[in-house]
């Protein structure tokens, strides 16, 4: 009797697994997370919303992001529930669109672009292994108001050839 318990669990749990696996992910049903931190402080005269990276010469200073598929992209300059700005890196947070931008769709992966401090997403033709700063939880076009679009931080993931994520952490 144990034993056929025991399949039947594992039946069960197939089932629903395959069940998983065969559904499409809804990037704008993701609850929201907690936003998690780093120790680095802020770069001087950021905005919220800026995204920010590593200091190439020094890993303890962060500056605001300048370079596209930046490969030491850090988080997004947010304030904390005490108003004081902070690096998140990791959870749900508003990033400053690259000017150029003309739209994003829910689950694009987003990377650092050319422009201080803003994001693009991720084109055909992007670098190999490059850096994602996070993913697109919401559509977002250049003819909205907003400036930022609503991201789930995942800094320092890399993306192969093929589409795959690789963390280098």
């Known amino acids: 009797m144990l034993f056929i318990k025991k399949l039947l669990y594992l039946f069960i749990i197939f ?3 395959s069940l998983i696996a065969q559904a499409e ?3 704008q049903s993701i609850k929201a997370y907690k936003t998690i931190f780093t120790d680095h402080k802020p770069p001087e005269h950021t905005r919220e919303g800026e995204a920010v990276s590593l200091n190439q010469r020094d890993a303890t200073i962060a500056v605001r992001s300048f370079y596209p598929y930046d490969p030491l992209v850090l988080g997004v300059v947010v304030k904390d529930s005490l108003g004081v700005e902070r690096i998140a890196v990791g959870g749900e947070v508003d990033v400053l669109v690259d000017r ?3 739209k994003i769709a829910p ?3 987003i990377v650092t672009s050319g422009s201080i401090g803003r994001v693009m997403p991720l084109e055909d033709d992007f670098p190999l292994r490059a850096a994602v700063l996070g993913i697109s939880l919401e559509p977002w076009n250049s003819a909205d108001s907003s400036e930022s679009v609503r991201i789930m931080l995942t800094p320092g993931e890399k993306i ?3 589409g795959r ?4 952490k």
């Open 15 to 17: 089932a629903v697994s």
């Open 165 to 168: 994520i690789e963390s280098y």
């Open 107 to 109: 689950g694009e992966w």
């Open 25 to 27: 992910f809804d990037f």
């Open 160 to 162: 192969t050839p093929k």
């Open 100 to 102: 150029s931008v003309q």
